[in-house]
C-alpha cells in the first residue's frame, strides 16, 4: 500500500493551530452528523480517516473482506435507520465492496462509503481505476473530495445526499487531497430529513371512494412500508377498514401477532394467504412493487380487484403489472392522510373479520400445512428441520436470510417478533452476502439472537467473516441448508437434461470448521441430533453455533417448481 502514499505537508499543519489535514474533517462531519459506526477494512489510503472516526468515538467493525463489511453496515442501516458508515482503501478496496454497494442501492439502502484513492490525476498507480463509473454502473452515487476547503461541507452532504435519496454514496478521498490543510471552522449541524412529498388531492379523494366502496379490503405492505416505519399506522388504517393484511417477503414480521395477519404474500403465502387475497375486492399495496414474486405471477390477485400502488418513487407504480389507481408518496404520509380522511366515518363494517375468516387463517397456516417428509437416515428433510429449529430456538431473535432455492423453507417455517426481526439482503439476487449481514444485525440488535439461515454455498462464499463473528463474540447460531451443491441450478438443470456435476461438491463438515475457528457446531441429519443445539440454547445461546442440515438434496420446493414450470420439473 506504500505506492499510495502522498507526502504530508505536515509543516503547513503544523505552522497553523487552527488548521487540521482533511482527513480529520472528514471524520468530524461524519461524526457531527451522529454516525455512530464504521465498518471497513483499513489500508493505506483509507487508515488515517477511519483512525480519526475512532478518535471521534465512532466504532470502527473491522471485517476480513470489503464485501463482507458492505453486507454488515447494509443489514446494519436497514434495521436501525441510521447513518452507517464503510471504509475501504483504494483499487480493490472498493471493487470487493461492489456487490454490496449494488445490493444497498437495490434496496434503497442510505450508506456512507469513504473509499480512498490515488493521488490526484496519478494513472500509472496499480490502484488507479475509474471509481465513478464503475460505482454508478450498480446504482449507487459517487462524488469526490477536490477542493480541501469544502471536505467538511462535501462529506456532510454526500451522507445528507444517502439519507435523503436512499441510496448508497461513494465519497471518494484522493490521498494527497487528505493530507492538504483546512481551517477547522466546522459546526454542528442538524442531521438531513427526508423531504415530504405533496400528496395529490384528486387521487387521494378517489382512493378515499374506492375504499367507501370496498368489502374485503387488503393492505399489503412492501419494503418501502418497513423503510417508512409504517407499521404502526398501517395497523391502525387495517384495523379501521377491517381489513386482512400481508407483506411481502421483504416485510415479513411487520404485523407479527395481528390476528388477521396472512403473512407473506406471494410463493412463500400460506395457504390460507393465497385463498383469502385472491378474494380481496381492494388491494392497498404500500411500498410494493408487485413482481412475479410477491403475486405468484399475478395468480393471488382477482382479474376484478381494485389494485391500488402507493409508492414514493412515481417510476416504480405500474412497473411489473397494471394497477386501478396509483397514489406516489411516502407510505406512512399517505397513510396519515387516509386515516385522516376517514375519521368522521365509521367503515369498520366493510371489512370481513369474520369467525369463517380466522378459521381459515388459524386452520391453513404453514405451520399446518401438510407435507410428506422425505427425512431418510443420510439426511433431513429441510421443512422438518426448520419446524424442528423454530421451536428450539429463542424467539426475541433477528433472522438474516442469505439467497438460494432454501429461502422458502425458512420464511415459512421460522417466525421472527417483528421487521425488525428479519432482515434479506438478496434484491440483487446474490448469494453469499448474509453472514456478513448477520454480524451486521448482531452488532446493532445484541439483545437478540441473530440467526443466519444460509445454503452450504452460500455460506462457503463469505466464510472468512467467521472469524469476524467469533473475533466479535457475537450470538450467533447459523442454520446451514447443506446439500452440497448450488441446488437452484441443479433443480433449474437437471430437469431439462443437462449434467450438473460443476454445481455439486463433496460433503463439507461445517461444524468441524466452526470449532476450527473457534465456534461450536453439530451435524444434524436426523431430529435425534438436534440435542446439542437443545443444549447450547438451554446454556445461553452464547457465542456462535454452526447447525449444519444435512437436507434432502433430491428435494425441490414447491415454490420453485411454480416460477420455472411445473411442466419441466
Not at 480493490?92 to 465492496?97: Q, S
Not at 399506522?233 to 400481508?246: C, N, T
Not at 440467526?451 to 450470538?475: N, P, Y
Request: charged share 20%; aromatic share 6%; hydrophobic share 45%.
Amino acid at each position: 500500500m506504500t505506492s499510495l502514499t502522498a507526502k504530508s505537508s505536515r509543516a503547513e499543519v503544523a505552522s497553523a493551530p487552527d488548521s487540521i489535514p482533511v482527513w480529520r474533517a472528514v471524520a468530524r462531519a461524519i461524526a457531527d452528523l451522529g454516525a455512530r459506526r464504521c465498518f471497513g477494512l483499513v489500508g493505506g489510503a483509507n487508515f488515517k480517516v477511519t483512525l480519526a472516526l475512532t478518535d471521534l468515538g465512532v466504532e470502527f467493525i473491522a471485517a476480513r473482506h470489503e464485501g463482507g463489511a458492505m453486507s454488515m453496515a447494509d443489514v446494519a442501516a436497514r434495521l436501525t435507520r441510521e447513518l452507517v458508515v464503510v471504509s475501504v482503501t483504494a483499487g480493490p478496496g472498493l471493487t470487493n465492496a461492489i456487490t454490496g454497494i449494488g445490493e444497498a442501492a437495490k434496496s434503497d439502502t442510505p450508506l456512507l462509503v469513504l473509499a480512498g484513492d490515488v493521488v490526484t490525476g496519478d494513472k500509472q498507480s496499480a490502484f488507479a481505476f475509474n471509481q465513478s463509473e464503475l460505482v454508478h454502473a450498480v446504482g449507487g452515487e459517487w462524488r469526490q473530495i477536490a477542493d480541501p476547503q469544502t471536505a467538511y461541507l462535501e462529506t456532510w452532504n454526500a451522507a445528507a445526499r444517502a439519507i435523503r435519496e436512499r441510496k448508497p454514496v461513494v465519497l471518494s478521498l484522493p490521498i494527497d487531497v487528505q493530507e492538504m490543510a483546512v481551517t477547522a471552522t466546522m459546526g454542528k449541524r442538524h442531521p438531513p430529513l427526508m423531504p415530504r412529498r405533496t400528496l395529490h388531492a384528486d387521487k387521494l379523494a378517489e382512493l378515499v371512494a374506492t375504499i367507501r366502496s370496498s368489502r374485503r379490503p387488503l393492505i399489503l405492505a412492501g419494503h418501502g412500508a418497513v423503510v417508512a416505519d409504517a407499521q404502526p399506522l398501517l395497523v391502525e388504517l387495517a384495523d379501521k377498514l377491517g381489513a386482512l393484511l400481508a407483506t411481502s417477503i421483504q416485510a415479513h414480521g411487520m404485523f407479527s401477532g395481528h390476528p388477521w395477519n396472512l403473512g407473506i404474500a406471494g410463493g412463500f403465502s400460506s395457504p390460507a394467504a393465497a385463498e383469502l387475497i385472491a378474494q380481496s375486492d381492494m388491494i392497498l399495496a404500500f411500498g410494493m412493487s408487485l413482481n412475479m414474486w410477491t403475486t405468484k405471477k399475478g395468480k393471488l390477485i382477482d382479474d376484478h380487484a381494485q389494485l391500488v400502488q402507493i409508492d414514493v418513487e412515481k417510476g416504480r407504480i405500474g412497473m411489473h403489472r397494471p394497477v386501478d389507481l396509483e397514489l406516489e408518496g411516502d407510505a406512512s404520509q399517505v397513510a396519515t392522510a387516509l386515516l385522516e380522511a376517514l375519521s368522521a366515518e365509521d367503515v369498520a363494517g366493510i371489512g370481513w373479520r369474520t369467525p369463517q375468516i380466522a378459521a381459515v387463517i388459524d386452520g391453513k397456516s404453514n405451520r399446518n400445512a401438510p407435507f410428506e417428509d422425505t427425512s431418510s437416515g443420510e439426511h433431513i428433510d429441510p421443512r422438518t428441520l426448520s419446524k424442528a429449529m423454530d421451536d428450539l430456538l429463542p424467539k426475541d431473535r433477528t433472522v438474516v436470510v442469505d439467497g438460494g432455492h432454501f429461502v422458502g423453507w425458512v420464511a415459512r417455517y421460522l417466525s421472527v417478533p417483528d421487521h425488525r426481526g428479519w432482515c434479506i439482503p438478496i434484491a440483487f439476487q446474490s448469494i453469499g452476502l448474509g453472514l456478513a449481514g448477520a454480524i451486521g444485525a448482531a452488532v446493532t440488535q445484541p439483545e437478540r439472537l441473530t440467526v443466519l439461515a444460509v445454503g452450504d454455498g452460500g455460506f462457503l462464499m463469505s466464510i472468512a467473516e467467521l472469524e469476524t463473528a467469533v473475533r466479535l463474540k457475537k450470538r450467533i447460531c447459523i442454520f446451514i441448508y447443506n446439500d452440497s451443491a448450488y441446488s437452484a441450478e441443479v433443480h433449474h438443470f437437471v430437469p431439462e437434461g443437462y449434467s450438473a456435476a460443476m454445481a455439486q461438491f463433496p460433503v463439507t463438515d461445517f461444524a468441524a470448521i466452526a470449532r476450527g475457528y473457534g465456534a461450536d457446531g453439530c451435524v444434524v441429519k436426523t431430529l435425534d441430533d438436534l440435542g446439542a443445539v437443545k443444549r447450547w440454547v438451554e446454556a445461553g445461546a452464547q457465542g456462535v453455533f454452526i447447525v449444519d442440515g444435512r437436507i434432502n438434496p433430491k428435494l425441490i420446493a414447491d415454490w420453485y417448481r411454480e416460477i420455472f414450470g411445473s411442466a419441466n420439473l
